[in-house]
């Protein structure tokens, strides 16, 4: 751990999202980023939700988080052992799941997949603040 990045290991447990969730809140709040803390931790709980659930992988690997401090904002990196790159869908109106990567894309200002030193990928996520006054400057 460096003080602009946190890196955790974690089980496929489903309990594990909400202590990896506790580990990003404390690292926004020390790096005075809790302003974008709803966004980074609704992406982080879609993003490590999804590695448990579909990254089929031998018992015993885990799930690698890596929070890093940005200019602006925070990256979330979730890593696994699997190989195969999640794949987005529509989700239809009656479905029970299928809306993590939907929710990702609509919330991160960038995501996306890249392969890993050794076996597997990762899937990433860039939460940047707010941005004051919300929209563009006036030309007045």
């Known amino acids: 751990m460096t003080p602009d990045q946190v890196v955790r290991r974690w089980s496929r447990h489903p309990r ?8 990003l809140r404390a690292a926004l709040v020390g790096w005075a980023l809790a302003p974008v803390a709803d966004t980074a931790l609704l992406v982080l709980s879609e993003l490590l939700t999804n590695a448990g659930r579909h990254a089929r992988v031998s018992p015993g690997r885990e799930i690698e988080t890596r929070f890093v401090r940005l200019p602006d904002g925070v990256r979330i990196e979730v890593h696994d052992a ?22 990702v894309a609509a919330l991160a200002d960038r995501w996306g997949t890249a392969d890993r030193k050794g076996p597997g990928k990762v899937v990433w996520a860039e939460c940047g603040l707010p941005v004051a006054g919300g929209g563009a400057p006036d030309d007045a």
Not at 85 to 103: H, I, N, Q, T
């Open 16 to 23: 594990q999202v909400g202590r990896a969730r506790a580990e």
């Open 82 to 103: 699997s190989s195969v790159r999640p794949a987005g869908r529509e989700p239809s109106l009656d479905a029970e799941d299928g809306r993590g990567l939907f929710l």
